[in-house]
Each structure stands twice: as C-alpha cells, then as structure tokens.
C-alpha cells in the first residue's frame, strides 16, 4: 500500500513570496489534516478535511494560509505572503475516517525555509 | 482538552527496556490514550492505542492504572534504532475529530 505522498520534499524562499505544497492522501482515506511542525515542537493541526469539505481549521492562519481539497483526494496548502516564522516542516496525514482513535499516516513533510 | 505532562529527554543503552510515562491528569471518560514515534526528518507514526489496563502489540506495550490519570509505554530492549521522539496524545481538537500534539520526549538510545 502506497503511503501518502508529499513534495516538494524542501522549498526556500524570501519572505513576502508565495508557496505551495501538495499532498496525494492514501487511497480511500477520506480525512487529510495538514500540521505545521516547527523546531523542536510536535506538529500543530492547522486544518482537517473530512472528504472535500472543512471540518476544523481553527489554527489556521487564514490572513495568508489557504488549503483546499478538490474532489476529496488530493489537496494544496498555500502560503502568500510568506513570513518568517512560517519556516518548519509541513506535514501531510490521511486517515480511514476521521476521529480521536483513528490511525494517522503521515507523509514525509515539506520542509520550508523562509529568508 | 486533556494536557499530557511527559519527559523532555530520556536517554538509554541497547538492550534496556525504556519506559516512559506520560501524565494526563484531566483526561475525559472517553479519551483514547495514543502513543506516536518521530523518527528525523519524517513524519510521526503510530505505535499504540488503549483505553485502559493493558496493551500490547509487536512494538511495544502500554500500561494504564484504573485512574488513567498516567499511562506508560514501554519498550523492550531498544536498539540505536529506536532514537525518536515519543509523543503521548489524549484529549481531541474542538471539533473533536483530531488528536493533540504535545513537545513529546526525545529518547536517544546509545551502545
């Protein structure tokens, strides 16, 4: 079984630029959260799809963090403008069907430097 | 929301078992108790779930007392390659749909 799939593995950019990531779930999955890892930190959920639509994106930055999951499989997470202490590691996570007891598989994240 | 109090570090040797306990002392009657491994530059990974009493799989074995007001994974005869962080998760987001990350505990396992 394929794991959830993530790129690009690393991405620098100057502050006030726009970024994307992309994450490609496990097959079937039908919730896929998105977590913003910084240093030294567990990672912090900053939104959860169950299929295509929002079910908590409360952490969310969303003056300048945008995400949406088109057709219930794939999704994007943006960025616009950068800042700098959006600099961590982006982590993408499927699961079967949502839920506190539900297993989460992880991707490898994006780790993102901002300058 | 549940706060897990845990260990910042821990270290080891080969060989030893490593427990590491994990404080939850406001933890809800229907709080799962979820135990994830980070390993560098990945993402974290499942190890185990329980409830109460006692769990255990391949990978590790985790004991929950009656008050499950703590819970402790253990994990038999590390190996160098069991140099992670260990994060303990009980309590969910508000839409009660996610689990919470906490700092975790970095244990380092040496020969």
């Known amino acids: 079984e394929a794991g959830v799939a993530q790129s690009p593995r690393y991405k620098i950019i100057e502050k006030r630029q726009s970024v994307a990531f992309w994450c490609n779930p496990i097959s079937g999955h039908a919730t896929l959260y998105w977590y913003q890892q910084i240093l030294g930190q567990g990672p912090k959920l900053l939104i959860q799809f169950q299929n295509n639509g929002v079910v908590d994106d409360s952490q969310l930055p969303k003056d300048r963090f945008s995400a949406e999951r088109l057709k219930g499989v794939d999704s994007t997470l943006k960025i616009q403008p950068a800042k700098l202490e959006d600099s961590a590691v982006y982590l993408c996570?499927?699961?079967?069907?949502?839920?506190?007891?539900?297993?989460?598989?992880f991707g490898p994240g994006t780790r993102l430097t901002v300058l | 929301l549940a706060k897990t109090t845990q260990p910042i570090s821990m270290d080891s040797y080969e060989g030893q078992e490593v427990n590491i306990t994990c404080s939850h002392n406001?933890?809800?009657?229907?709080?799962?108790i979820t135990w994830y491994q980070q390993f560098p530059s990945q993402g974290p990974r499942f190890i185990i779930q329980g409830y109460k009493t006692k769990v255990t799989n391949e990978v590790a074995s985790l004991f929950i007392p009656a008050d499950r007001k703590s819970s402790t994974l253990s994990l038999p005869r590390v190996s160098l390659s069991d140099t992670a962080v260990y994060y303990c998760?009980?309590?969910?987001?508000?839409?009660?749909?996610?689990?919470?990350f906490g700092k975790g505990t970095t244990l380092s396992v040496s020969s």
């Open positions: 996570a499927s699961s079967w069907s949502g839920g506190s007891t539900d297993t989460q598989y």
């Open positions: 998760l009980v309590g969910v987001n508000q839409a009660g749909t996610a689990l919470i």
């Open positions: 406001n933890i809800a009657t229907n709080d799962y």
